[in-house]
């Protein structure tokens, strides 16, 4: 079928699910398809579905939303297609999935759990998430001291340490490692505390670690500063939580030297994108959907892993090995951001994952 016109409907809740519909309409406004974004809120109504004309629905979220973004548009007569994730374990919804002629996902780290979990195999079809490089880019030397400024801690009539005065570690290049997520645990924190607590100690570095105010993530970060305590680095150890705009968070990126996250979990892993984008070289495990996203030894280094509580964790060995190896080589650092950053345009821009979904739905529906 011809598409020309797509609903996108994103489920309730999940900020990074906003995002991953803001980026989409980007890319299929530029490669000139017509769409509207709207949330399922308690206020949406389905006429609007219908008032836009729309050929597909497209449903972004998990999978638990299927009433939301398929049931929903589905009783008005409209082909519905669910772009969903998962990186635990589907138990519900399955049938109803399976009678479906299309489900897309971002990584082929979903696909797998989708099939194990009874999805059929022959229905489902990665598109990554896309990720847009005239934002996510890196910032001017004016803009990034101006941002250090704001989020520092400096008084000229004491003598504060190093590690509050962001300003004073970039004039002095100390590299900064940056690790975000809601949880920093889930993102591979504890292992990369694990691994910085084995480097030598002369070797300088800053961890910089955002997490999203909640009291999980909050209790978990608790965990983290004490094992940091534990091997002696917890000076070395800087936490922001809050909820914080784009531009704040394409800020942040550009402060770090490194972004570091061996994940847990991971159904795409959004942010090893923007660092990227942002010319940063990328730490992470040949595990979750994050070894989709990263070159090795081109983008970004990987390590192995061991499965802890039926969870990936990353090799602490191997990853203080990968870690001490970029912290001190400046060079290397700086080749692979700068392969990073085309690398990431050519995958995963706006209009290359608007492209690539269009050819799906008119091959597939």
Known sequence: MKVQRIFILVQKEGYSFINQATALSLGLSQIGVLNKVATCSDKFNPREILEFNADIVLGIGSWHSYKDFVATPQKIGVKAVPWIVSDDEI??????????????TTSQHCQKIFIRDGLNPEIIHI??????????KKISKSELN??????????????????????KIKQEKVPILF???????????????????KIDKEIPWLYLIKIWPSANSFNQSIQELNLAKKLGILKRIRYLAGEFSATF?????????????????????LPLVEAQLCEKPVVTTKATATQEIVKENQTGLMVNYKIIDNQPRADIEELALALKRLLTNQKLREELGGKARSFAIDNFSPPVIASKLIQILEKKL
């Open 91 to 104: 138990t519900a919804f399955v049938n109803e999935y399976n009678q479906l002629k299309l489900i897309l």
């Open 127 to 136: 598109l990554p998430e896309a990720v847009d490089p005239n934002f996510w």
């Open 146 to 167: 101006s941002f250090l400024k704001l989020i520092s801690i400096s008084n000229q009539n004491l003598d504060l340490p190093y590690f509050f005065d962001l300003n």
């Open 179 to 197: 690790t975000t997520g809601g949880d920093a645990t889930s993102k591979g924190a504890q292992e990369v505390i694990a691994a910085l607590g």
């Open 249 to 269: 968070m394409r800020n942040l990126m550009n402060c770090c030297d490194i972004y570091v996250a061996p994940s847990r979990t991971e159904g795409f892993g």
